[in-house]
């Protein structure tokens, strides 16, 4: 029936929301066998941490895996250790993160996880907790109370002022730029009381950092990194690749973290020197699994031929550029048996094929390409043709690298090769 091809269609396009696979059930659904060796060298740092190395900074691509990875790092290590795992763009809106309120939205979470699980914490120190949080964002107790009453919990509740009210973020700031040990004890205090009743150390995993702009990144991890060594327990923070790009903030992060930045490379697609060949064979390896995470989300039925080997291609060995290819094709396919169907013509046989793939691979690359300025285009010539840029720490190509127009990809050493779409797109223009 034309209806059961639209609905198997609108599943797949579902399936391929652009979302990291966090909860218990979308790992279950989705998850692929990925980094597996990135868990184990990740618990390894944890488990050497001290009081001196215990924050971690994690890099890489915007849409490799961090996410996936670390969402399944928190779950696997939550049975010896209080694990804590947040997007800080659920709390804070992006434009307005700083050491600040990521080192309150801690404070926070830590408490909803207590709270979550239930973590039997002495009653009053719990409510001096309580009133420090509603002193401190100066919510007014009448406004709690009417939130409490129609089924909020406070941390529910303070989380979402957080993230809708500029208010709120601005009375913390100003109270804690004037007293910053306050939060510091506090935050501190709060860590140790919840990993005394449950009797387990905390780790903090904070996600989405990486997708702030390098500028506040620099804000955050170069001027402001002192702040947030702070914590007396262990906290992994995620940063864009560009970050280590730059030799001052990298060095400057490693210094005071007392700890080499973690990076998660990319998959790679093809050996470094052969990607641009014409015959060039791919790594087996990297296709196997580039498909493996479609096939979990898109039926067999759907696809023609091949088609997946082309997607994979195309994405670069980026995770998030893979989801993101097919659900452009399949938001393309139900355009077209949305039209079929109107008049009546068959749709059973409609797939993601070669034509709808083209289709999509040229929407994508004109939506990347279009901002694209003559220096940039002259970095991305360089960077084809060398597998590095001239100046690895130029702006325009950490700008580059951070919005994946660039992929780094690592061997014994780093280099770098461009998007498929962009090295179209330089072909079209006969610029390589």
């Known amino acids: 029936m034309a209806t059961d091809r639209i609905e198997a269609f609108q599943k797949a396009f579902r399936n391929l929301q652009l979302q990291p696979l966090v909860t218990t059930e979308e790992t279950a659904d989705f998850r692929v066998p ?23 900074i994690f890099a890489g691509h915007r849409g490799c895996g961090k996410s996936t990875l670390l969402a399944e790092f928190a779950r696997e290590f939550d049975d010896n250790y209080l694990t804590i795992f947040f ?66 919990d406070f941390w529910s509740f303070l989380k ?16 804690f730029k004037r007293d910053f040990r306050d939060l510091i004890d506090t935050l501190n205090l709060i860590a140790t009381e919840v990993s005394l009743a449950c009797k387990k150390q905390i780790v903090v995993i904070i996600d989405d950092l990486d997708k702030l702009d390098l500028a506040a ?24 690749i560009a970050t280590i790009r730059d030799g001052v903030l ?11 930045i973690f990076v998660m490379p990319v998959l790679k ?52 550029e893979l989801v993101r290819i097919a659900q452009k094709c399949c938001s393309l396919v139900l355009v077209q048996l949305r039209q079929k169907a109107r008049k009546l013509e068959p ?48 702006q325009e190509f950490l700008d580059l690298l951070h919005n994946v127009y660039v992929i780094e990809y690592r061997n014994a050493e780093s280099w770098y090769d461009l998007h498929p779409l962009v090295i179209q797109q330089l072909k079209l223009e006969e610029l390589i």
């Open 347 to 394: 749709i059973d046989d409609v797939q993601i094929d070669a034509t709808i793939l083209q289709q999509a691979l040229d929407i994508l690359r004109n939506d990347m390409t279009i901002t694209l300025s003559k220096t940039d285009r002259e970095i991305l010539q360089q960077t084809y043709t060398n597998y590095r840029p001239d100046d690895p720490k130029q």
């Open 250 to 260: 990298k060095r400057h992060i490693e210094d005071e973290t007392s700890n080499p």
């Open 269 to 320: 697609v093809y050996p470094k020197g052969e990607s641009h060949k014409n015959e060039a064979q791919p790594v087996t390896a990297t296709i196997a699994k580039l498909q493996e995470i479609l096939r979990k989300r898109i039926d067999s039925t759907l696809l023609a031929d091949d088609i997946l080997l082309e997607i994979a291609l195309s994405s670069g060995g980026v995770i998030r």
């Open 87 to 152: 997007s800080i763009s659920d709390l804070i809106e992006a434009t307005a993160i700083n050491h600040i309120n990521i080192l309150f939205a801690i404070a926070v979470q830590i408490m909803d996880k207590a709270e979550e699980q239930k973590i039997e914490i002495d009653a009053n120190k719990k409510q001096r907790f309580f009133n420090w949080f509603q002193e401190r964002t100066e919510i007014e107790e009448s406004k709690i109370g009417a939130e409490l009453e129609v089924g909020f």
């Open 160 to 175: 979402s002022k957080l993230k809708a009210e500029a208010s709120i973020r601005e009375v913390i700031e100003t109270k």
């Open 217 to 240: 990144i620099e804000s955050i991890f170069l001027k402001n990194i002192k702040a947030l060594l702070q914590p007396n327990f262990f906290v992994i923070y995620t940063i864009p």
């Open 34 to 56: 990925y980094g597996d060796d990135f868990i184990a060298e990740l618990e390894q740092r944890v488990l050497d941490g001290n009081d001196y190395t215990n924050q971690l």
